[in-house]
């Protein structure tokens, strides 16, 4: 019989960080939380970091999860907005990493393609299929309910994702 497992979806940015955290057993799925995370956005770039780190922590001291799943960003915006996300990327990854969780990176397409059916679906059809699949959340904002999709993609390709570690 398999455990449950609780898995923390992270869509990744510096002005807001979406985080959604579900339990997945089997092909059943159930919201624990989620929020959105807004650090400061005046200061110095390490400090706003430092800021976003210190609070996606607290997140995962206090819900605990299992496993963790950022989103690849594809941004098409300018060099500078690309590579501060790249930073706030790097946050959402080492954060959970470095309190010893398993951390997988999933394209926003194939996101779109686990939760809704088609990988060039629209935010909206993301949430209305969010609030679908977990009619209990309570979801806060589309950087929440982006997290969220994460999470759900990650507990539909866990398996695939681990057997592909196990052989590379």
Request: aromatic residues 2%; positive net charge.
């Amino acid at each position: 019989m398999n455990r449950t497992v609780r898995i923390i979806g992270i869509d990744p940015g510096l002005r807001r960080c979406g985080w959604g955290i579900i339990e997945a057993r089997d092909n059943r799925l159930a919201f624990v939380a989620g929020g959105t995370l807004t650090p400061p956005v005046e200061g110095p770039l390490a400090g706003r970091l430092a800021a976003l780190a210190e609070a996606l922590g607290e997140v995962l001291d206090s819900h605990r999860p299992d496993e963790a799943a950022v989103e690849e960003t594809f941004v098409n915006a300018g060099a500078r907005s690309a590579l501060v996300l790249g930073q706030a990327r790097g946050v959402a990854l080492v954060v959970p990493a470095l309190r010893g969780l398993p951390v997988a990176e999933y394209a926003a397409n194939l996101v779109k393609k686990s939760v809704v059916g088609t990988g060039h679906a629209e935010k909206a059809q993301v949430a209305l299929m969010v609030r679908t699949l977990l009619p209990a959340a309570t979801i806060k904002g589309a950087d929440a309910a982006d997290a969220l999709a994460i999470a759900i993609c990650h507990a539909h390709h866990r398996v695939s994702a681990q057997r592909m570690k196990v052989f590379s």
